[in-house]
């Protein structure tokens, strides 16, 4: 991955959202678990985006403060993994594996329909904040490649032909069973 260059002085960090006092709890709760704060990096990244969206220069500050390391170790982690945004996201986030199995059968021309049709490039955001676009390593599903995933919603064996109409669905993300209700599922039960 080719290093970024940030502009911090016309993206200042007071104009994304901070962590607010849940949320630092939130993260706080995860120290125990490990031998250092600064381990708890990944997990915390993950409740910010599940909290703001994204992963804003203000949060990259305080979570540093919290974790007592740099912010530029927090960037370097934020950079490096392609599922941590530091801007919004649309609505939908399109995923298009780019990995053997998928590139073999086409994951290329699926891939350019996708920037075609939105009108965005890998890692943007449509004007009207309805889609945005990524690549990403093997989604799991070889072999029903290409494969592409909208929110959580896998779409398999996809032909460049087909990509229009399945950004069009409105029901493109909707889940048999919604993944939150896997996980919350127990603790709803226990009550
Ligand atoms: S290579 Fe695309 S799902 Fe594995």
């Given at each position: 991955m080719a290093w970024k260059t940030v502009d911090r002085v016309s993206q200042p960090a007071s104009d994304s959202p901070g962590l607010s006092e849940p949320l630092k709890d939130k993260i706080r709760g995860?120290?125990?678990?490990?031998?250092?704060?600064?381990?708890a990096l990944i997990p915390a990244l993950h409740m910010i985006q599940d909290d703001h969206g994204y992963i804003g220069w203000r949060a990259m500050d305080e979570v540093a403060e919290l974790l007592e390391i740099t912010a530029s170790d927090v960037f370097d982690t934020v950079s490096f993994?392609?599922?941590?945004?530091t801007h919004p996201r649309g609505k939908k986030v399109v995923m298009v594996c780019r990995s053997i199995s998928c590139d073999l059968l086409g994951a290329d021309d699926v891939l350019s329909e996708c920037k075609r049709v939105m009108g965005i490039d890998e890692h943007e955001t449509s004007a009207d904040g309805s889609y945005s676009l990524m690549t990403e390593e093997c989604l799991a599903t070889c072999d029903h490649g290409p494969c592409m995933v909208v929110n959580e919603k896998l779409h398999k064996c996809v032909s460049p032909s087909q990509v229009e109409k399945i950004l069009n669905?409105?029901?493109?993300?909707?889940?048999?069973?919604p993944r939150s209700d896997l996980y919350d599922g127990a603790e709803r039960n226990q009550g």
């Open positions: 995860f120290f125990d678990r490990y031998p250092t704060k600064r381990a993994y392609s599922h941590f945004w669905d409105a029901d493109n993300d909707v889940l048999d069973v």
